[in-house]
């Protein structure tokens, strides 16, 4: 039976989970549109896609997941800070699919599962710490 401080840590994972699939749903989406109906290519649609998520995965982690300790002044830049790391590694994955021949769902998809693993890690015990 899990204690007290497993079920926070629980339940925390839970809502980042929810708030990482809005914030993977808003990117893949706006990409995909600037893909499909704009006719935009692959890396400028995702970083279209990425930024939109930005603003959805920082309010939603600031407001709802973590309980920072510190202001915005902090937390902010550090949010963008690892937001960047996770956008150079989204963009080496779409551009290397890019080059391998792989469609853009696909190397999308990829870097979606890949990033919010190393979000969490990061945003956890950097960004907002102080939980």
Not at 50 to 63: E, G, N, T
Not at 79 to 92: G, H, M, Q, S
């Amino acid at each position: 039976m899990p204690n007290a401080d497993q079920l926070t840590r629980l339940a925390r994972l839970a809502r980042y989970a929810v708030s990482g699939g809005l914030s993977a749903v808003t990117h893949f989406v706006v990409g995909l549109a600037g893909v499909t109906l704009f006719g935009i290519p692959a890396v400028p649609a995702s970083t279209a896609g990425f930024a939109a998520s930005v603003a959805v995965s920082y309010l939603l982690q600031r407001a709802w997941v973590f309980t920072p300790g510190a202001g915005h002044a902090v937390t902010g830049p550090r949010f963008l800070a690892v937001t960047a790391a996770a956008f150079t590694l989204n963009t080496v994955i779409l551009w290397s699919g890019g080059r391998l021949g792989a469609p853009f769902p696909l190397a999308q998809a990829v870097a979606i599962l890949l990033i919010p693993g190393l979000n969490y890690a990061l945003n956890s015990r950097w960004t907002f710490a102080g939980d």
